[in-house]
């Protein structure tokens, strides 16, 4: 008897769905993509920029700002800076315009405080967190009191109405951020979807949340790389 095939629901943004759906697709998983939210640019009102403040640090939070921050905000004075994303695929945004960056251990905020470049971070460093709105999580809450700390909100996230009826067959709902999975445990519920389906998180941050949503069956993965998604979703598998 053939082996059931696993649908992922994946509810990121593109073009990271795309990019793990490919990744999943090859490993034999059946994969939805369908976004809970979309990206909206928001218009420059950066007070660090009006006022000719260069950084010492930048740490991009997402593919999104990266981009945005190259087409908006990067200049020449910015190129003594260290550049730190949270993870492969929103460090090769910036290292395509070559850029020299760094990148944590795990792709997740908790990775971000536990790399060096974050924990030898001294008082008197400016640094900007380049995040989208609503992005201040545990890495801002530290860095407020350790430095001098800009968030760039560079977008927010809005949620469309899901249009893709295929999603209330999903086996496993995989999220990408704090906002993604509130968007998508929403979604769940009203397509009528039950409490006990299963979702894949990036961070320990966003699995506590889900006690919160009423749902049990959370795999923090510590991270969106291929690998972490795969020993996370085979958890799932095998449990």
Not at 91 to 116: F, N, Y
Not at 161 to 167: D, G, H, P, Y
Not at 180 to 209: H, I, M, N
Not at 217 to 223: E, K, M
Request: with cysteine; net charge positive.
């Amino acid at each position: 008897m053939a082996e059931t095939v696993t649908k992922v629901w994946i509810t990121l943004t593109q073009p990271g769905a795309s990019r793990i759906a490919a990744q999943l697709a090859s490993e034999g998983y059946e994969c939805i993509c369908e976004s809970v939210t979309e990206i909206q640019l928001l218009p420059l009102r950066l007070t660090p920029i009006t006022n000719n403040v260069v950084p010492d640090l930048c740490i991009f939070l997402s593919q999104h700002a990266a981009k945005q921050y190259l087409q908006e905000v990067y200049c020449e004075a910015h190129s003594a800076c260290k550049f730190l994303a949270v993870g492969p695929s929103t460090a090769k945004v910036l290292r395509q315009s070559g850029l020299q960056v760094l990148e944590p251990e795990h792709a997740s905020s908790e990775g971000l405080l536990a790399c060096a470049t974050v924990q030898n971070i001294k008082a008197g460093e400016r640094v900007w967190l380049v995040c989208g709105e609503g992005g201040r999580d545990i890495l801002h809450k530290s860095l407020a009191k350790r430095c001098h700390l800009s968030v760039l909100n560079l977008y927010r996230r809005i949620n469309p109405s899901i249009k893709n009826a295929r999603v209330i067959d999903a086996d496993i709902i995989l999220v990408g951020s704090y906002q993604g999975f509130v968007a998508a445990a929403k979604t769940w519920q009203e397509l009528g979807g039950s409490l006990s389906a299963s979702f894949v998180v990036p961070s320990q941050r966003v699995a506590d949340l889900s006690l919160e949503l009423g749902f049990t069956r959370v795999v923090n993965a510590r991270g969106l790389d291929t690998q972490s998604l795969l020993k996370a979703l085979a958890r799932i598998k095998n449990a």
